[in-house]
C-alpha cells in the first residue's frame, strides 16, 4: 500500500525558499500513470493545487505559482521535492504530496494523500 511522507522545516523567513520533500513508499515514482502532486491549504481557505510529476518525470505548475515553484524528484531515493521561492506570510499553510491518476488534484478523494506538514512563513 502507498504511503506519503512530507518533510521539511515548520518555519521559513520572508523572501526565502521554501523546501520540502516527500517521501514516497509502497509505490514507485515512476510507475507509468500516476502524478505526484503538491497541494497546499492556507488557514481558512480551500485546497490549492502547486503542481505535479509524472512518473515519466514530465512536470506540470499551477499557473498562478508557476514563478515561484520548482518541482524534483530523486529516484534512488524514492522522493520527490517542492521549492517555492520568494515566499511571505500569505504562503503559510498546509503542504501536502499525494499520487493521483490526473494531473490536477484537488479534492482528497482524488488519490492518495500524505498527512501534511505546517509550515509558517514568519520573521
Known amino acids: 500500500q502507498v504511503q506519503l511522507q512530507e518533510s521539511g522545516p515548520g518555519l521559513v523567513k520572508p523572501s526565502q525558499t521554501l523546501s520540502l520533500t516527500c517521501t514516497v513508499s509502497?509505490?514507485?515514482?515512476?510507475?507509468?500513470?500516476?502524478?505526484w502532486s503538491w497541494i497546499r491549504q492556507p488557514p481558512g481557505k480551500g485546497l490549492e493545487w502547486m503542481g505535479a510529476i509524472s512518473g515519466s518525470g514530465d512536470i506540470y505548475y499551477s499557473p498562478s505559482l508557476k514563478s515561484r515553484t520548482f518541482i524534483s524528484r530523486d529516484r534512488s531515493k524514492n522522493q520527490f521535492t517542492l521549492q517555492l521561492t520568494s515566499v511571505t506570510p500569505e504562503d503559510t499553510a498546509v503542504y501536502y504530496c499525494?499520487?493521483?491518476?490526473?494531473?490536477?488534484?484537488?479534492?482528497?478523494?482524488?488519490?492518495?494523500w500524505g498527512k501534511g506538514t505546517l509550515v509558517t512563513v514568519s520573521s
Open positions: 509502497g509505490d514507485s515514482i515512476t510507475t507509468s500513470g500516476y502524478f
Open positions: 499525494a499520487r493521483g491518476i490526473e494531473v490536477v488534484i484537488t479534492t482528497t478523494n482524488q488519490g492518495v
